[in-house]
């Protein structure tokens, strides 16, 4: 392999691994509070169809965004009327937004299935983007990378450097105690599995207006449940997080070059690269249950309802 092609696939892995960050940094807002949503695949592909609808409609990529945003936005209030008002199952309850996620999404894109979007251009930072391998792979991407990277830096910002993270930090851990001292427990959760659907629709509008601008049925492709997977790699920290997404965007590409280098392995094995090295990391983590427990929110999925 020459070094022009391993630059070639890092860049490839960076944009592989954004819709990860994404869907990923806004589950992990969401666990932080306590609260499991495992319905980040419907939110992605809601948010992936409303966003190539409004970016096809107007041609404007900030429409594409806020509606896919919104998207995303509106089917987490369906979990969280489900899960925080109502107290249903937070799993059984996930599992049923994605089922929907997926019918809604399809029945929404059947009249888009034929339509092809220009794409997001890139955006070279001046000078920067000039510096030998930096400059390609750091400062030669378009806004909803750069964007990406801002998140995960605000996100850390947020939850490691200001009360307000730490408040939603304590949620997490002990809701009880933080309903002793006045905080609104059911509200801040409210926000946080808001967070997390923005950002899951979010991660499905770069997914098809900017990764691959069109629209196909099921085109996240298991993508939502690797984001929650690379959650509980991540041992709930941003950094962790990120790490983890564009490990896992690289092996998304790599399948496409493995052929090439000569090695002889079966497309249909290639494809489910990604999916095995889920199922082995979360292998090895189980494996370590300590550092699990001593890492996860001490409420993660336990209902909570306030006695007055």
């Known amino acids: 392999m020459n070094g022009h092609l391993l630059l070639e ?18 589950e992990l807002v969401t666990e932080k509070s306590g609260v499991l949503n495992l319905g980040v695949e419907g939110m992605m592909l809601v948010g992936a169809i409303c966003g190539f609808i409004g970016m096809a409609k107007t041609g404007s990529l900030l429409v594409a965004v806020l509606a896919g945003m919104g998207a995303g936005m509106a089917m987490a209030l369906i979990f969280g009327v489900l899960t925080l008002t109502l107290m249903a199952n937070q799993v059984a309850s996930g599992l049923a937004l994605t089922i929907f996620g997926v019918g809604l999404s399809a029945f929404l894109g059947l009249t888009y299935t034929s339509i092809a979007l220009p794409g997001v251009p890139a955006l070279p930072i001046p000078w920067l983007s000039d510096i030998p391998v930096l400059g390609p792979l750091l400062f030669s991407h378009d806004i909803l990378i750069y964007g990406s990277i801002l998140l995960y830096a605000a996100i850390s910002g947020f939850l490691y450097r200001t009360r307000a993270g730490l408040i939603l930090r304590g949620l997490g851990e002990a809701p009880e105690s933080a309903h002793a001292l006045g905080y609104n427990v059911i509200g801040i959760r409210y926000l946080a599995v808001l967070f997390g659907g923005a950002m899951a629709g979010l991660a499905g509008v770069y997914l098809s207006v900017a990764y691959t601008p ?23 920290r941003p950094s962790r997080v990120m790490l983890g997404a564009y490990l896992f965007g690289g092996i998304t590409i790599l399948q496409f070059h493995i052929q090439g280098f000569g090695i002889d392995i079966p497309s249909q094995l290639l494809s489910m690269l990604p999916y095995l090295a889920t199922i082995a990391v979360l292998v090895l983590i189980s494996r370590n249950r300590q550092t699990i427990r001593l890492h996860s929110p001490a409420s993660l999925g336990i209902p909570y309802h306030p006695q007055s």
């Open 9 to 26: 696939i890092l860049v490839a892995a960076i944009g592989a691994g954004t819709p990860f960050v994404y869907a990923a940094l806004g």
């Open 214 to 236: 069109m629209w196909v049925e099921g085109m996240t492709a298991g993508r939502g449940w690797v984001s929650l997977a690379l959650v509980v790699f991540a041992t709930w």
